[in-house]
């Protein structure tokens, strides 16, 4: 039997998850969470095998969850499901723990292949990030600017983008503000920008957020 705990923030995706996989013997829904910190805890309870986890949540998104569930419970797989395509978030993901990342587009059934695959300790790769992986590995040059930002100055950008201050986004990921103030000014630096209001149109631009 394979544990499985559900992390969104729309119930409404949580419901029916639970019941889809309800429908199948060898899985079992044993959590739900709504946001980040909810996953931490649901991690630490010890109670999954897999978590299944959006990555646009509030308080503490799927990308800071996924950083600090894996630096505790490095063995436990965790599987993104998210809305944004793969091109965007799946292999910077995967090279921070995630199992596998899956596009909420994707088949009913691809879900439970993926969920079985990661509870084995595989990574589950699907056609899309596969091809993702191959452009990386020959050096795709032409890569969106933002693709060339850490993992900390990509969610500092996303943040700014979406409206959030520079304290606010401090008190949000631990940092001070001084630290939050010096990754703004790289994101700016390497997309050749000059405004947060430039940023929030690139990353609009490039369907980063909605």
Same mark, same amino acid.
């Given at each position: ?34 946001? *980040?910190?909810? =996953? %931490? ?7 999954? !095998?897999?978590?299944?986890?959006? +990555? @646009?949540?509030?308080?503490?998104? *799927?990308?800071? =969850? %996924? ?7 490095? !063995?436990?797989?965790?599987l993104i +499901? @998210? ?47 596969a ?6 590995a ?73």
């Amino acid at each position: 039997m394979i544990k499985v705990g559900i992390v969104d923030d729309h119930a409404i995706v949580r419901t029916g998850l639970r019941q889809f996989l309800g429908e199948h013997v060898d899985l079992r829904v044993t959590g739900e969470a709504n946001n *980040g910190r909810e =996953a %931490l805890e649901l991690a630490r309870s010890g109670e999954v !095998d897999v978590l299944l986890m959006d +990555l @646009s949540m509030p308080e503490h998104g *799927g990308i800071d =969850a %996924l950083q600090a569930i894996k630096a505790r419970f490095p !063995d436990l797989a965790v599987l993104i +499901l @998210s809305g944004f395509p793969e091109a965007q978030y799946a292999t910077q993901l995967m090279r921070h723990g995630a199992s596998g990342y899956l596009n909420k587009e994707c088949a009913p059934e691809e879900i439970v292949e993926a969920i079985r695959v990661v509870a084995r300790g595989r990574r589950y790769i699907s056609p899309a990030v596969a091809e993702l992986l191959a452009d990386n590995a020959l050096g795709d040059a032409d890569k969106p600017a933002h693709e060339a930002l850490s993992e900390r100055e990509l969610q500092v950008f996303l943040r700014l983008a979406k409206g959030e201050t520079v304290g606010a986004i401090a008190e949000g990921m631990f940092l001070s503000v001084k630290t939050v103030s010096t990754y703004r000014s790289r994101v700016l630096e390497k997309l050749k920008l000059a405004s947060n209001s430039d940023l929030t149109y690139y990353a609009l631009k490039n369907g980063l957020i909605q």
